[in-house]
Structures are given as C-alpha cells and as structure tokens.
C-alpha cells in the first residue's frame, strides 16, 4: 500500500513542473457527491457517495485546450464497500469567450485507478488497477471557486460496473511554486 501511495503522489506531483509558470500551480480541494449508472451498483453500494479530490484548481479557464490533472477518491460502503482511487490527466477550455465573473467550462479526463471492490452478494472479493475517464461541463465564479457536473467511465471491476455522474465544488487554496 505504501507503494501504491508513493507512486500515485509521483505520478500527481510529477506533471507540475509542466504546468508551473512564474504565478505556480493553482492547488485545491472538492467535493462532491457520486451516483452510479448501475442498479445493481447502487443496491450492493449505496445510491451516492462522497467525492473527494485534491489537485489542480485552475480558476483562470483557458480560451483554448489547456491540460490539466488531479486526483479522484470515492469510496463506499453499503452491503459491499468500495474505494476507486486514482490519478487523471485531461484537457480543459472555457466555452465562452471573456472574462466575466461567471465562465463555462467543458472537460475530458482519463488515467489509471486502484480499486478495491468487496460485496458478498455479488460474489466479488478483488483488488486491482481500473481504467477511467469522462467529461465535465462546469461554472468557474470569481476567481476562487467553481462548480462542476461529471461523468465518470470505469472499465469494470469484477464484474462491477462504477460508471455514474457526479456533482462537484471546488475551491483554490493556493498557488505551488517551484
């Protein structure tokens, strides 16, 4: 595990030196709420789940493609538990020209996830790397904050399918300067 922890960290940490300017990386926090696609899902791990992310927060949203990374965490815990964590690389561009205090957003985003999946009623007992990857359409408000719908495509764990949608907020904390 320790591993794991050590190689997702690199592998978040590693992009930064890319996207650093002389202002630094924009650094925050969301959350939000997940709601997978799947019935069966849904029955064996509860109907949502918490999001929780640290990664780049880029409020200032790009007139063209601009890359960007982060992390994802959800987890749940109904009859079966669940945990997905993993790092994803994507693009991101504003959808409308200007700098007002309220600009649309739109997303893609892909890259590897660890998954632990565990439900006696589906007979599944497994841990292992999953693919994910989606798209986001979301609100940037002032400077700090932002608001975000996503779906999220898993390849299936054990026979489980994860994909759903989610609901997000974030807020910028802090710009990482090397």
């Given at each position: 595990?320790?591993?794991?922890?050590?190689?997702?960290?690199?592998?978040?940490?590693?992009?930064?030196?890319?996207?650093?300017?002389?202002?630094?990386?924009?650094?925050?926090?969301?959350?939000?709420v997940?709601?997978?696609?799947?019935?069966?899902?849904?029955?064996?791990?509860?109907?949502?789940?918490?999001?929780?992310?640290?990664?780049?927060?880029?409020?200032?949203?790009?007139?063209?493609?601009?890359?960007?990374?982060?992390?994802?965490?959800?987890?749940?815990?109904?009859?079966?538990?669940?945990?997905?964590?993993?790092?994803?690389?994507?693009?991101?561009?504003?959808?409308?020209?200007?700098?007002?205090?309220?600009?649309?957003?739109?997303?893609?985003?892909?890259?590897?996830?660890?998954?632990?999946?565990?439900?006696?009623?589906?007979?599944?007992?497994?841990?292992?790397v999953?693919?994910?990857?989606?798209?986001?359409?979301?609100?940037?408000?002032?400077?700090?904050?932002?608001?975000?719908?996503?779906?999220?495509?898993?390849?299936?764990?054990?026979?489980?399918?994860f994909?759903?949608?989610s609901?997000?907020?974030?807020?910028?904390?802090?710009?990482?300067?090397?």
């Amino acid at each position: 595990m320790r591993l794991l922890t050590a190689t997702l960290i690199v592998l978040f940490l590693a992009p930064c030196g890319a996207f650093a300017q002389e202002e630094g990386v924009p650094v925050g926090v969301t959350y939000g709420v997940f709601r997978p696609l799947s019935s069966s899902t849904k029955n064996n791990f509860g109907k949502s789940w918490n999001r929780i992310g640290i990664g780049r927060v880029d409020t200032s949203v790009p007139s063209d493609w601009k890359p960007t990374f982060g992390l994802i965490s959800l987890n749940a815990d109904g009859p079966g538990s669940a945990t997905l964590f993993g790092v994803n690389w994507g693009l991101v561009r504003a959808l409308s020209p200007g700098s007002s205090g309220v600009r649309p957003y739109a997303g893609v985003h892909a890259g590897p996830v660890y998954a632990d999946v565990s439900s006696a009623a589906l007979g599944v007992d497994t841990t292992t790397v999953a693919l994910n990857g989606g798209a986001s359409l979301g609100l940037v408000l002032g400077k700090i904050v932002f608001v975000e719908a996503r779906y999220d495509a898993f390849t299936k764990v054990g026979g489980v399918d994860f994909s759903g949608f989610s609901w997000e907020a974030g807020v910028r904390l802090f710009n990482l300067k090397f």
